[in-house]
């Protein structure tokens, strides 16, 4: 089945304690990107990848890391998390030509106390 | 500046009655845009995109590049249809700008 799979689904943890959220997709899809979901201001972008070892910045990247040393995954990572980063994070994948629609994981739920 | 706006945070309808949600967008170039859906607890779901021009569970959307409006309308709203709507817009290499999203509740 072709999917977006994120690990963990819900995490609560500490200010500062370092964390990283799994990404993978099983599409082959060169194209790669992460969004946090807060009320009120809807989806945005943090990172994207467009192929394997070429990421960028999205709308807020600050405070958040990513690699893309395989095609198939895409982790967020966050060095020094802080309570502003509590928020529902969603993984992303399409074909990188076109205007091909994005397929979104299940999404990761963190609070950062 | 490259902008989606969906002005109603809540619609709320009856089972049967006409649907649409509004999406206007900022943009220079040639816009592709887009409809994902959200239904409770679940992932986002790409619902249609303009460039297609299908209809997708009853609902379209048609591009008016004039008023740079992309709504999205459905005649008779059903229960199942209640959900968190999105529209976003393709700015170039697959980057997407969203909307903040509109809640539709339809009650029986």
């Known amino acids: 089945e072709a999917q977006v799979t994120q690990n963990p689904r819900y995490l609560i943890t500490v200010t500062g304690k370092k964390l990283t959220v799994t990404c993978s997709q099983n599409?082959?899809?060169?194209?790669m990107s992460w969004y946090r979901q807060d009320p009120g201001l809807g989806l945005r972008q943090i990172y994207y990848s467009m192929n394997v070892e070429v990421t960028d910045k999205g709308d807020v990247p600050e405070g958040y890391k990513v690699s893309r040393k395989e095609k198939r995954n895409f982790p967020l990572i966050l060095e020094s998390p802080s309570p502003n980063q509590t928020s529902l994070y969603f993984c992303a994948s399409s074909l990188s030509q076109g205007n091909q629609p994005q397929h979104f994981g299940d999404g990761t739920r963190l609070s950062i106390l | 500046a490259q902008r989606v706006t969906q002005p109603e945070k809540l619609l709320s309808v009856f089972k049967g009655a006409p649907v649409e949600l509004k999406c206007n967008y900022s943009?220079?170039?040639?816009?592709?845009l887009f409809w994902y859906v959200q239904y409770s607890r679940q992932r986002l779901q790409l619902l249609l995109r303009?460039?297609s021009r299908e209809s997708i569970k009853g609902f379209t959307a048609d591009l008016n590049k004039g008023e740079t409006s992309f709504h999205l309308k459905k005649p008779f709203a059903q229960e199942e249809d209640s959900a968190m709507y999105y529209c976003a817009l393709n700015t170039g290499f697959q980057k997407l700008v969203f909307g903040t999203g509109t809640r539709l509740l339809v009650s029986p």
């Open positions: 599409m082959n899809h060169e194209y």
């Open positions: 303009h460039i």
């Open positions: 943009y220079s170039g040639s816009p592709e």
